[in-house]
């Protein structure tokens, strides 16, 4: 049994060693800072289309939407994000982000004068929206560095416990070794007891100038001299 509660033990330590993985965390602290600058760059994309409001400025318009589009769809749906997106402080951004993503879609597939005429009010929204995506990306890292403090305490209680697993099955082993060599010992005594008294017994049995007969409880003689 404690080798099995030692196993589970260890398995439980390679999960939380897995949670805390670096390379997950920083890839979640780069998708958040990531949307903010895409964010940035939409807004700077609108003001360049309002200061000059042509095919070509309404078309790096659409790419830098669709950019930010996709990115906050990533927000969305990543499992990696799935604890930010249950974070109650940070449910509220995300539905204003998610808002802003849903109502200029239309907005941005329709025609150029319809993306023109909404290009002030677009740029107004672009800049809240970055300054949501920014205070999103601080909250985030500060609740993955919660998560992760509380997970490194885990894993600290966790080796705390497997060591003393491992003492006490290290311990329960030793007593038994302990216990079985008293008993090889006092099995190997009884029998060279058996052994000396069987032979003092045939020795007097043997060497007596009397006849000697040994009977047995069903009176059945089973050894005599002579």
Same mark, same amino acid.
């Given at each position: 049994?404690?080798?099995? /509660?030692?196993?589970?033990?260890?398995?439980?330590?390679?999960?939380?060693?897995?949670?805390?993985?670096?390379?997950?965390?920083?890839?979640?602290?780069?998708?958040?800072?990531?949307?903010?600058?895409?964010?940035? +760059?939409?807004?700077?994309?609108?003001?360049?289309?309002?200061?000059?409001?042509?095919?070509?400025?309404?078309? @790096?318009?659409?790419?830098?939407?669709?950019?930010?589009?996709?990115?906050?769809?990533?927000?969305?749906?990543? *499992?990696?994000? *799935?604890?930010?997106?249950? *974070? =109650?402080?940070?449910?509220?951004?995300? +539905?204003?982000?998610?808002?802003?993503?849903?109502?200029?879609?239309?907005?941005?597939?329709? =025609?150029?004068?319809?993306?023109?005429?909404?290009? =002030?009010?677009?740029?107004?929204?672009?800049?809240?929206?970055?300054? +949501?995506?920014?205070?999103?990306?601080?909250?985030? /890292?500060?609740?993955?560095?919660?998560?992760?403090?509380?997970?490194?305490? +885990? /894993?600290?209680?966790?080796?705390?416990?497997?060591?003393?697993?491992?003492?006490?099955?290290?311990?329960?082993?030793?007593?038994?070794?302990?216990?079985?060599?008293?008993?090889?010992?006092?099995?190997?005594?009884?029998?060279?007891? @058996?052994?000396? @008294?069987?032979?003092?017994?045939?020795?007097?049995?043997?060497?007596?100038?009397?006849?000697?007969?040994?009977? @047995?409880?069903?009176?059945?003689?089973?050894?005599?001299?002579?």
């Amino acid at each position: 049994v404690p080798s099995v /509660v030692i196993l589970m033990l260890v398995w439980e330590v390679r999960v939380q060693m897995t949670q805390l993985d670096d390379a997950a965390t920083e890839n979640v602290q780069w998708t958040l800072s990531q949307a903010e600058a895409e964010a940035a +760059d939409l807004e700077i994309a609108l003001l360049e289309a309002l200061a000059d409001p042509q095919p070509s400025t309404l078309v @790096n318009v659409r790419l830098r939407y669709d950019v930010l589009y996709s990115r906050i769809s990533t927000i969305t749906s990543a *499992s990696v994000l *799935s604890d930010l997106r249950n *974070s =109650p402080s940070i449910t509220q951004l995300l +539905d204003d982000t998610f808002e802003f993503r849903n109502r200029w879609l239309p907005v941005v597939d329709g =025609p150029d004068d319809a993306l023109a005429a909404g290009l =002030p009010e677009f740029r107004e929204d672009a800049r809240t929206v970055r300054d +949501d995506l920014r205070r999103l990306a601080l909250d985030g /890292v500060n609740l993955f560095a919660l998560q992760r403090d509380g997970r490194r305490s +885990d /894993v600290e209680q966790l080796l705390y416990t497997t060591a003393v697993a491992g003492v006490t099955l290290i311990s329960v082993l030793a007593v038994l070794m302990v216990a079985i060599m008293r008993l090889a010992k006092q099995r190997s005594k009884e029998a060279q007891d @058996n052994f000396e @008294n069987r032979e003092r017994t045939e020795t007097i049995i043997g060497t007596s100038l009397d006849a000697v007969v040994a009977v @047995n409880g069903n009176n059945r003689v089973i050894e005599w001299n002579g």
